[in-house]
């Protein structure tokens, strides 16, 4: 099979496919030279090898896009070597667009375009191409494939996706700096013909911009473009085909340029010479005008510093920049005084604070100007002379006593009269006055350093034509100090005397304090009065360091025989005129322990003021102890029901018993011993310890205690002695427990023609008293009774 088509010239192209036709006769070749196809054999014979028919000989059909004629496109032709042209061979074509773009004749072969194509939708079909044979539908060939490709036309012009575009570039940037780079792009095909091939050019933005033709970069045309002249361009650029040939296609983007901007405007006043006026009240450290120079640049390109180039005008004042308006503020460094000067001159000067140096041949980025401040005159309250006035005055000064002056003056030209006077609202102010003329301070009474020491009072002065204006001045007042306290002992509390000091020994040393203020110390010199006879008791030695020790000049201190002493003392102060005083020291005699530890002072002190002895105290405590056990016992009685505690009269003791487990109990037989009071002679010989229990011996058999008769050699100053003795030992023994026992050392002496009265002595085994009356006691005492009526009843039967 074949194909082929028409012949002609360019735009068609004509694809050819050639058949190879068979001589179907055989071939007469020559012997001895065999051809391609044959071979020799041994027996001289040429074998001949039959090639296979080549039925198929396939290349590109073409056809051309965008086709708007009448009728359908032809594409080309397929034939079959076995197509005789007799119709009895059949063509087929399956594929893309098969039927419906792409059809065939299926006598004839011949393939035609029914519809417009487009190479930019779809570049090439794949087809496939079949005989049969008409009348059995057999398949004549093999099925074979081909393509179809669209020819490409010029019919899409260059397009830019990305515009339009916005660019910058620096003002007075060098000749062709690079702004931007644009790229169109062009849908047809770029492999054939110039359809693809773009070219671009400016079509407006000359003569401030080019573009180069084949790689679309935008560059400046111009040297040194101005922002303060021209910020803004537009420029529009255009992209062509075809090489830009005539009847090519083409597209335009536009590009707006913005000239960024560069310090290279200096700062400039809009004048040369500005005037101020400020009055002479205005604040220091508060702005009193403004400056501003211009600037033509923008952002930090327009930054400026002011600054006073001139020293009159800096030492007066200063100007700082700000930040938002670009403004120099002006603020007032001292007070102005219109008296002393008028007017001040100030030369200002703006200077950029970012210079770029590419633009320094420009001239210096800076500007100056000329500030003339007219200083006003304002009514102005009186100044004083000095900011802080310290005066002094010396205590006890008689009232109206001239402390100091303050001086105020009119700081205005006409001078006006000042008038002063002091400020109600402060305390120290009922102490002093002061003269409206002349500024004299003065006392109202006199002045005690001790109560306060300085006084804080403010004076206030204002004119006399203008009352409202007032200024303040702090007066401080010292109080000078005189000697007129004497001085005292420092300390009001007792010392304390040892029953143990002996001569010569320090009881205690004392010290001095004096209300008065000594510039060069306090110097105290201290003496027993000389006007009172000479102490047997305590000396004073004047240690000459402003303290005096107080010296025992005897031995052995007895409180019980007089536990208070009063020792006068007379200091002297070291001032002019020295003042003495004299302070009564108090010193009480106490026991005191071995390293002169005190013990019992208190309670001594307590018993001495009361006036109480120690035997009467004694006597106190024993009834209220006997009335508490009497009441304990016959409560405890009538809550327990118990059997009587006493059962005959063998157990009715001449003692208290106290039930009580914290204590002895009827074990703790000491407390009954009166052998020690009979023979004191023998009482060192029965002491032991009150904490171990005491053996029974023969004296004290029964638990009870042996009655004695007094004896009549008994001396009555040894049983004084003993118990005195006893009573120490007991006060000095801290070892030993307490007990629930009282101790009772009772001797009612001797010589007594009525005899002794206490029970232990009589003979008698059988109390003799008449108990009826504790029935009239009332129910308290009705146990008791009962009791004793029991025991009664038992003797007399």
Not at 527 to 554: C, Q
Request: proline share 6%; net charge negative.
């Amino acid at each position: 099979m074949r194909m082929s088509a028409t012949s002609c010239l360019c735009p068609f192209l004509v694809c050819l496919c050639f058949i190879q036709r068979c001589c179907g006769a055989s071939h007469h070749v020559s012997a001895k030279v065999p051809s391609k196809n044959q071979t020799k054999v041994a027996t001289g014979e040429t074998e001949v090898h039959h090639r296979p028919k080549r039925g198929w000989i396939w290349n590109q059909f073409f056809v051309l896009e965008e086709h708007l004629g009448p009728e359908a496109q032809y594409v080309g032709k397929l034939h079959s070597n076995s197509d005789k042209g007799d119709g009895s061979v059949r063509y087929i074509l399956s594929g893309d667009g098969a039927g419906t773009i792409f059809i065939i004749d299926e006598v004839t072969g011949d393939i035609h375009a029914t519809k417009s194509l487009d190479r930019e939708r779809k570049a090439h079909y794949v087809l496939h191409a079949q005989a049969l044979d008409r009348n059995t539908e057999d398949a004549l060939e093999p099925k074979s494939e081909f393509i179809i490709k669209v020819q490409d036309i010029n019919d899409n012009p260059p397009k830019f996706p990305d515009g339009p575009f916005v660019a910058t570039v620096p003002e007075m940037s060098e000749l062709g700096t690079s702004v931007l780079q644009v790229t169109a792009s062009d849908a047809d095909d770029p492999t054939y013909g110039n359809s693809a091939r773009i070219v671009y050019s400016i079509l407006q933005g000359q003569p401030y911009f080019s573009v180069d033709p084949k790689t679309g970069i935008i560059r400046t045309a111009l040297s040194d473009m101005d922002r303060e002249a021209r910020e803004h361009y537009t420029v529009v650029i255009q992209a062509k085909d075809m090489a830009g040939q005539v009847g090519g296609l083409s597209g335009s983007t536009t590009i707006n340029i913005t000239l960024t901007d560069v310090n290279d405007n200096p700062p400039m006043f809009p004048q040369k010479n500005y005037q101020l006026y400020v009055p002479e009240s205005a604040q220091v450290g508060k702005p009193v005008g403004k400056i501003k120079a211009n600037d033509e640049d923008l952002g930090a390109n327009a930054d400026i510093k002011y600054s006073i180039i001139n020293s009159e005008g800096a030492n007066m004042f200063s100007i700082s920049s700000e930040r938002d308006t670009r403004e120099g503020v002006v603020s007032l460094k001292k007070p102005l005084n219109y008296e002393r000067k008028k007017t001040y001159t100030l030369h200002i000067e703006g200077t950029n604070t970012h210079v770029d140096p590419r633009f320094s041949y420009l001239g210096s980025f800076k500007d100056t100007a000329t500030l003339k401040i007219t200083v006003g005159d304002v009514d102005e309250a009186p100044v004083f002379s000095v900011d802080h006035y310290i005066m002094d005055v010396y205590e006890n000064s008689a009232g109206g006593t001239e402390v100091g002056a303050v001086t105020a003056r009119d700081p205005d030209s006409r001078n006006s009269p000042v008038r002063y006077f002091l400020d109600s609202k402060e305390e120290g102010v009922r102490h002093f006055r002061i003269d409206e003329s002349s500024g004299v301070v003065r006392t109202t009474q006199p002045l005690d350093r001790e109560d306060a020491s300085w006084h804080n009072i403010t004076v206030m002065a204002s004119e006399v034509d203008s009352p409202s204006l007032l200024s303040h001045v702090p007066v401080t007042v010292q109080v000078l100090d005189v000697n007129d306290n004497p001085p005292e002992i420092a300390t009001d509390e007792e010392v304390i005397v040892c029953e143990s000091s002996r001569p010569g020994q320090v009881i205690q040393t004392v010290a001095a304090v004096d209300k008065d203020d000594f510039a060069n110390g306090q110097r105290f010199s201290f003496a027993l009065p000389s006007a009172l006879p000479v102490n047997p008791n305590f000396t004073l030695k004047d240690n000459e360091d402003n303290t005096a020790s107080i010296i025992a000049r005897r031995r052995r201190f007895n409180h019980l025989t007089q536990d208070l002493y009063e020792l006068p003392i007379v200091v002297r102060d070291g001032g002019e005129p020295s003042l003495s005083g004299t302070s009564t020291v108090t010193l009480r005699v106490c026991p005191c322990q071995s390293h002169g530890r005190v013990r019992m002072c208190q309670g001594e002190a307590f018993l001495s003021s009361a006036g109480l002895s120690t035997g009467a105290l004694i006597a106190i405590l024993l009834c209220i102890v006997i009335l508490l056990a009497i009441v304990v016992l016959f409560i405890t009685l009538r809550r327990s029901k118990k059997e009587p505690l006493i059962i005959s009269e063998e157990d009715i003791r001449e003692n208290v018993v106290t039930y009580d487990d914290e204590g002895g109990g009827e074990e703790d037989t000491e407390a009954f011993d009166i052998i020690a009071l009979r023979n004191p002679a023998a009482a060192e010989e029965l002491k032991f310890r009150r904490d171990v229990r005491p053996e029974a011996g023969g004296d004290c058999g029964g638990g009870g205690l042996r009655r004695r008769s007094a004896s009549p050699e008994l001396d009555e100053g040894d049983v004084y002695e003993f118990i005195r003795q006893r009573l120490v030992e007991a006060d000095m023994d801290t070892s030993g427990p307490p007990y629930d026992s009282l101790q009772t050392y009772a001797f009612e002496g001797q010589g007594s023609p009525t005899g002794s009265v206490s029970p232990l002595d009589t003979p008698a085994t059988q109390s003799e008293q008449d108990y009826d009356y504790l029935d009239n006691w009332g129910p308290e005492f009705q146990k008791l009774a009962e009791l004793y009526a029991e025991a009664a009843s038992d003797a007399t039967g």
